[in-house]
């Protein structure tokens, strides 16, 4: 005999067992982990900012905390991440600059030839906190929200900082950003589960990058938007 059940949350029944379109529907029952690999990219926003443009890959994971809980469309689970992305790429715009200095008891100020800063900058990030609700009972699709918290490293001080102008609180030896970056951000996103064990991920992020003053300066990327196609599996 085959039973009438939620369309949204079970696809079939078979000798007494209820077989789900996914596995986050299935949480209260069994709480899934999964693992994957991700590529994102995206630009930067503020007017400042809008000539940044970012790539990176890498490799993500999570773990179902909770059963479902909640009602309606907001019935779902709560799932802590993490994200690692060896290959991290900012391509930002070359400018001039001069480097300044002030001899002791001198109010004389001497600066360099400009030289150009800027470019490509290779780095790697860790994102080893996600917060994410997953909504359950949507079938095939699963749509959620998250924010997240993570730490970049690049190969040069990020993002370049300073001008040609004779001053040294620019351009000189306390003039620079850092390598450390923090990456605070906030975004949503959707699981496609071409088969219970196994989704094609989809995200779009919201990522503020700061030092939080590590360096002498912390020019940072105020906002940029970042979009991610992944893949993952389930167990």
Not at 23 to 35: F, G, K, N, V
Not at 53 to 61: D, E, P, V, W
Not at 205 to 220: K, T
């Given at each position: 005999m085959i039973f009438a059940l939620?369309?949204?949350?079970?696809?079939?029944?078979?000798?007494?067992?209820?077989?789900?379109?996914?596995?986050?529907?299935?949480?209260?029952?069994?709480?899934?982990?999964?693992?994957?690999?991700?590529?994102?990219?995206?630009?930067?926003?503020?007017?400042?900012?809008?000539?940044?443009?970012?790539?990176?890959?890498?490799?993500?994971?999570g773990r179902v905390l909770t059963n479902n809980f909640g009602k309606g469309i907001f019935r779902g689970n709560f799932e802590y991440g993490v994200q690692v992305l060896p290959y991290w790429q900012s391509f930002t715009p070359k400018f001039q600059k001069v480097s300044c200095t002030q001899a002791t008891g001198s109010a004389v100020i001497t600066c360099s030839q400009p030289y150009t800063?800027?470019?490509?900058?290779?780095?790697?990030?860790?994102?080893?906190i996600i917060l994410r609700w997953n909504f359950a009972r949507h079938g095939k699709f699963v749509p959620w929200g998250q924010a997240a918290g993570g730490l970049l490293w690049t190969n040069h001080k990020y993002p370049a900082y300073g001008s040609t102008a004779v001053n040294l609180q620019t351009n000189g030896p306390n003039g620079e950003a850092s390598v450390w970056n923090f990456t605070p951000q906030g975004g949503i996103g959707l699981h496609?589960?071409?088969?219970?064990?196994?989704?094609?991920?989809?995200?779009?992020?919201?990522?503020?990058?700061?030092?939080?003053?590590?360096?002498?300066?912390?020019?940072?990327?105020?906002?940029?938007?970042?979009?991610?196609l992944g893949y993952s599996w389930w167990k």
């Open positions: 939620p369309a949204a949350s079970v696809f079939a029944q078979s000798a007494g067992e209820v077989k789900y379109t996914n596995p986050l529907d299935a949480a209260s029952t069994h709480q899934p982990h999964s693992y994957g690999v991700i590529l994102q990219g995206g630009n930067g926003l503020t007017d400042d900012r809008n000539g940044f443009h970012f790539i990176m890959a890498g490799f993500q994971g800063i800027g470019g490509t900058f290779t780095g790697a990030s860790v994102t080893p496609y589960f071409v088969n219970p064990k196994h989704s094609v991920d989809f995200s779009a992020n919201g990522v503020h990058i700061s030092s939080a003053s590590l360096g002498d300066r912390n020019p940072g990327v105020n906002a940029s938007v970042q979009f991610s």
